[in-house]
């Protein structure tokens, strides 16, 4: 059995204790996986329905630091030797889906491939209405985003005009 730990990267240890060395203290504790969570944008109020907690509520201060996922795992690679690095779960219809493959493809290259990645369409309506992107879209967002990275990451990817990107 495989087990894993989520690395904080909201709040306020990581930037008391640092990403890396959280990072590396798990993994030397034996956790064979390190996961941060992601959200670009915590709005101040937020109505949308939280899956996540007994009340539909956030139940966090938006106030609150949140660092880029991105950024986060490639902190948590740089500081592991061993252990697989991830995001849970990465809200990807609000990524720029080029630039993210990349950005992605380069931690699992440079880390002799440890890198995991969840994904997801994303809950938070407000988060999708701070960065101008259509939130009764995601889901087809998302299939559109995952085939393009696929693409990406097995090859040159062909030319397309999807509904939601375009690849000249």
Same mark, same amino acid.
């Given at each position: /059995? !495989?087990?894993?730990?989520?690395?904080?990267?909201?709040?306020? &240890?990581?930037?008391?204790?640092?990403?890396?060395? *959280?990072?590396? !203290?798990?993994?030397?504790?034996?956790?064979?996986?390190?996961?941060?969570?992601?959200?670009?944008? *915590?709005?101040? #109020?937020?109505?949308?329905?939280?899956?996540?907690?007994?009340?539909?509520?956030?139940?966090?201060?938006?106030? /609150?630091?949140?660092?880029?996922?991105?950024?986060?795992?490639? /902190?948590?690679?740089?500081?592991?030797?061993?252990?697989?690095?991830?995001?849970?779960?990465? #809200?990807?219809?609000?990524?720029?889906?080029?630039? =993210?493959?990349?950005?992605?493809?380069?931690?699992?290259?440079?880390?002799?491939?440890? /890198?995991? &990645?969840? #994904?997801?369409?994303?809950?938070?309506?407000?988060?999708?209405?701070?960065?101008?992107?259509?939130?009764?879209? !995601?889901?087809?967002? &998302?299939?559109?985003? *995952?085939?393009? &990275?696929?693409?990406?990451?097995?090859? =040159?990817?062909?030319? !397309?005009?999807?509904?939601?990107?375009?690849?000249?």
């Amino acid at each position: /059995m !495989r087990i894993s730990s989520k690395v904080p990267n909201s709040g306020p &240890l990581p930037a008391a204790l640092g990403i890396g060395p *959280m990072a590396a !203290r798990l993994e030397a504790a034996g956790f064979d996986g390190l996961w941060c969570s992601d959200h670009i944008v *915590m709005p101040a #109020v937020a109505e949308s329905y939280y899956p996540f907690g007994d009340d539909g509520k956030v139940s966090w201060d938006p106030q /609150m630091p949140w660092y880029d996922a991105v950024v986060a795992m490639t /902190m948590t690679a740089a500081a592991t030797a061993r252990a697989e690095v991830g995001v849970a779960v990465l #809200v990807l219809p609000l990524r720029q889906p080029v630039t =993210f493959a990349k950005q992605v493809a380069s931690i699992d290259a440079l880390t002799g491939g440890r /890198m995991a &990645l969840g #994904v997801g369409a994303g809950w938070l309506a407000e988060e999708f209405e701070a960065l101008g992107v259509d939130y009764a879209t !995601r889901g087809a967002r &998302l299939d559109e985003w *995952m085939a393009l &990275l696929r693409d990406c990451w097995t090859g =040159f990817p062909a030319a !397309r005009d999807g509904a939601h990107y375009t690849l000249p």
